[in-house]
């Protein structure tokens, strides 16, 4: 049976550092002349939001990938990122929530982006539970990689919801037309940070998550092997010899 190469502990030394980096830039930072150190959520909602494109995006192209050629390692990547994406999803609203009820008077809305993107978590818990409804790897992989194709269409149009539809949720925060619309340089540099400091951690979780996925599939393999020593087995029936 072959053995998956080890990671060792790197991804958990990066993800650590990452997360360090990223939580003394946003206590260091700046409060917000409006929302005071209400702000300092930004530091994690956007990055959440970022990986979720992402990972979702990364899911897709696996899906994609195992679809034409069927390669059972594109599918592990796809299962990998969509597992972490489902993690951030649920971050990002939940800090959503915490966000808007001082700033809107409510914790949850029918915004567009916030329906958008409520919807794209359950799609996505859909894609999961999909996983688990046969212990066929070819089956699973080629049900859940359709799905993983299809699911992809809502990633342009959660993140360009605050655009096409009048919502109460603000518009894109760097990737605008016009420039950023943060002024405080110190600000943009923290968000730039934790985008990219929360990137590590998607790139570490990744690597440990395939791992994982990889040595579930040698179990399940080894388990259904003709070749598996049968229980009991070595038990042999004793010898009754006259005395």
């Not at 592990?76 to 990002?92: C, H, K, Q």
């Not at 999909?130 to 699911?151: F, H, K, Y």
Request: hydrophobic residues 55%; charged residues 15%; neutral net charge.
């Amino acid at each position: 049976m072959a053995v998956i190469a080890r990671s060792s502990r790197w991804p958990w030394i990066a993800i650590g550092i990452s997360l360090i980096v990223s939580l003394t830039m946003a206590m260091t930072s700046p409060a917000d002349d409006v929302q005071g150190d209400l702000v300092r959520i930004m530091y994690v909602h956007v990055p959440s939001a970022w990986l979720a494109y992402t990972a979702f995006f990364v899911t897709f192209l696996g899906s994609l990938v195992y679809l034409v050629t069927r390669n059972i390692k594109a599918d592990r990547v796809a299962a990998a990122s969509a597992e972490i994406g489902v993690f951030f999803t649920g971050l990002a609203l939940a800090l959503g929530m915490i966000w808007a009820k001082p700033t809107w008077g409510v914790w949850w809305t029918w915004d567009a982006r916030l329906t958008l993107t409520a919807i794209m978590f359950f799609v996505y818990l859909g894609y999961l539970a999909l996983r688990r409804t046969t212990d066929d790897p070819v089956m699973r992989a080629s049900r859940a990689s359709v799905l993983g194709v299809l699911g992809a269409i809502q990633i342009p149009i959660v993140h360009f919801s605050v655009v096409w539809w009048r919502t109460l949720h603000q518009p894109p925060s760097i990737i605008r037309p016009d420039g950023p619309s943060i002024q405080d340089p110190m600000m943009l540099a923290t968000l730039i940070i934790s985008v990219i400091a929360f990137t590590v951690v998607y790139v570490a979780l990744m690597v440990k998550r395939i791992e994982l996925i990889h040595l579930d599939d040698e179990r399940r393999a080894a388990e259904d092997s003709p070749d598996r020593p049968v229980a009991g087995e070595a038990v042999t029936v004793p010898e009754l010899g006259g005395g």
